[in-house]
DNA sequence: GTCTATACTCTGATAGAC
DNA sequence: GTCTATCAGAGTATAGAC
């Protein structure tokens, strides 16, 4: 347990250092490639580790993507759970929305291993999706809900318009090089639809 | 060159047969696994031959993916290219989302497939996302924008608004296991769906 | 046309020196 | 704590019998 980073804290500033590493590489690589795409031979050579220095860290490839996976989840749902039941309908749907928008910009390797793991049929991260996103998604969609049956905002399933947000937001991360292939240069494809996902959900949000 | 069905048209039955059990098994693994995840083994079980047999009736695994993505952008544009500018400017949209979404439904293997190579930065599409998709994408934007610019549609970008056409309705396909995860049983997604953006797009092409 | 056997490479993981 | 050397298994692809 002593000197096994793996399953205690880190204590010196060097651990921390090379953990922060190991993780940003595999985050880069994991991303870009899938689980399987992944070779610890690319994620050492981007973290500047041999290969058995960085199984020092980690015991497995398995356990940094778990890693990751983790964190990630963290604050994945934020922009979600800020959504305030107290505010003003209108402004918190197009909060959300923004900040769902902004955290793509933000992070648009985080968006692209969440993809990942949900296209290849969510092998590691089933179970949270059943349990903390549907409370989390289930909770915040009654509050919505009971806006709309107040009749300040049009009425539609809360449900898939959260969905709709999820798809819209994450579409500009993870379909990037799309995206950008079919605007050609000299655009800058979040800003754009910033304002046209603006539009968008204030119309079709207003009774 | 006469017993090759990898360079020349099949020809008997059981060539045909084969070479479709192929693709069809490879679409199953290669959109499930990614690439580089899929293995010929898997492939090669799926399909009911033995590995050596596969690699008989394709070169290599790189050949069998190829082939998959080329058959796919074929019949993947469909549907915007059926937009009709003698149309009427909102059953066109409508009808091009709705042709998209049920595009999604019947093939959701082929929308996996597909968003794994643009993930993963579209190696191997690239160039056909940068000429072929660019061009029509740019030709039916301005069939939009002259819509709008006749007031016949609400004015917004028209390169966005096919793109969020395209998320929105890959979307349910895509991220199908995270959509039922969090809507739990008894749920249609694409026909809740389905309801949603009709109601979604109207709203927001309305003048 | 299809199979068995196998060559060769890549990859995840370990042993052991320092 | 970090490195060199290396193993075992998986994976793509080929050779050659039938």
Known sequence: MEGDPATAA???????????????????VFS????????????????GLSKPNLLYYFPSKEAIHHQLLADLMDTWLDPLRELDPAGDPMDEILG??????EMSRAMPRESRLFAN???????????????ELKRLVDEKAGVIAGWMEAGRLAPMDPHHLI?????????YADFDVQV??????GHDPFAEAGGLLDTLYRKALTT
């Open 10 to 28: 880190p204590r010196t500033r060097i651990q921390q250092r090379n953990m922060r590493r190991v993780l940003d590489a595999a985050l880069e």
């Open 32 to 47: 870009a490639q899938g689980f399987r795409g992944a070779t610890l031979d690319q994620i050492a050579e981007l973290a």
């Open 96 to 101: 959300y929305m923004r900040r769902k928008l």
């Open 117 to 131: 793991e949900i296209l290849q049929g969510a092998p590691r991260i089933g179970p949270a999706l059943e349990g």
């Open 163 to 171: 969905f709709s947000i999820w798809a819209l937001t994450q579409h």
């Open 180 to 185: 950008r292939a079919v605007l050609g240069p």
